[in-house]
């Protein structure tokens, strides 16, 4: 692979559950991801951002193999990652680290620290028990966990949520990863910690050059960690730009919705969201035709909008959005 090619592509990805009624009925499929096409650069740092249920959390499951494709593919420094088998697998899985949204449920309650730190290095042949220790000190220094000797002999009910997700984060960089999908990293963290777990994230990223894709509800906690920001809306990507140009010029309706959602970060740097106006996001079981955003869209037409799928405009330089109003017999 060339340095300039993709660390990570997803092509015309779809993962799609069935839903059965009674256990054999076939009643649908739930389209939580629905042909999404994106190319991760190395070192890039990129968020996912959309409401509860947009595809996301599928997204980011799919990109780590827990979910197969339905359709398309992800390839991983050129490798189909469906094709990857066995120690091929393994290797995948070591290069690609894992912080998920609840650091607790996360880690098993019945390990030390010690223990569970030292089980994936064991998974993937770290076997002299010294080069181990020596590699789980350094990992915990990383994620700023002092007082490590007390830190090791601790079982996840015995620590903080900040400090339980910090070893959640040490664990997925012990295998010396070069990509790290964050799934809500802070969502269930105490307002007071969020902003520390998220700057820690961000100096990680940028220290060891790592592609990072973080997934979040959160626009107003992207601007100073993402380098490119993919909007979701209903399984899809609707919008894509360079973080700044993305939060200044928003061009897509939903994602101006978003932003007129995020309250200002108040005074304890606690992060708050208001829901969307305009209702729920629609049912990923039956989406509704045309654009997806419509029945919620102030700004749709009729005709238009409930009838046609927009397709990807290119209204600025860079910047990418599925809407009709780029089209200019519509007008902008
Ligand atoms: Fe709104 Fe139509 Fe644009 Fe969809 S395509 S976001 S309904 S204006």
Redesign the pocket.
Same mark, same amino acid.
């Given at each position: 692979m060339t340095a300039g090619s993709p660390l990570l592509q997803a092509s015309n990805l779809h993962t799609w559950f069935e839903l059965r009624q009674w256990g054999f009925l076939r009643v649908g499929s739930v389209r939580a991801v629905d042909g999404v096409n994106f190319a991760l650069a190395r070192g890039e740092s990129v968020a996912f951002v959309g409401e509860s249920g947009c595809g996301k959390s599928s997204l980011a499951r799919t990109l780590l193999g827990l979910h197969r494709p339905t359709r398309g593919e992800v390839t991983f420094d050129g490798e189909e990652l469906s094709t990857l088998k066995g120690k091929a697998r393994q290797r995948y899985l070591a290069r690609v680290g894992y912080v998920q949204q609840d650091p607790f449920g996360a880690l098993p309650p019945f390990m030390d620290v010690r223990r569970l730190l030292n089980e994936p290095l064991i998974i993937h042949g770290v076997r002299d028990p010294a080069a181990r220790e020596e590699r789980i000190r350094r990992v915990l220094e990383e994620v700023r966990l002092t007082r490590v000797d007390e830190i090791l002999s601790k079982f996840p009910h015995m620590l903080s949520g900040g400090q339980q997700q910090r070893i959640v984060i040490a664990r997925a960089l012990l295998l010396e990863p070069a990509m790290i999908i964050a799934d809500e990293p802070v969502s269930m963290l105490d307002a007071s910690v969020r902003v520390e777990i998220l700057n820690l994230l961000r100096n990680i990223q940028r220290e060891r050059e790592l592609t990072l894709a973080f997934i979040t509800h959160d626009l107003s906690t992207v601007r100073h960690f993402a380098d490119r920001i993919f909007v979701m809306y209903a399984g899809r990507i609707?919008e894509q730009a360079p973080v700044d140009e993305l939060l200044d010029h928003p061009q897509?309706?939903?994602t101006q919705s978003l932003l007129a959602a995020i309250a200002d970060v108040d005074a304890d740097n606690a992060l708050e969201e208001r829901d969307v106006p305009g209702g729920e996001p629609p049912s990923l079981l039956n989406p509704p035709p045309? /654009?997806r955003?419509?029945p919620r /869209?102030p700004?749709?037409?009729a005709g238009? /909008?409930d009838v046609r799928e927009?397709p990807r405009f290119a209204p600025r330089e860079g910047h990418y959005s599925? /809407?009709?109003?780029h089209d200019e017999r519509h007008g902008s």
């Open positions: 609707v897509h309706p939903y045309g /654009c955003f419509h /869209c700004k749709a037409i238009t /909008c927009p599925d /809407c009709w109003l």
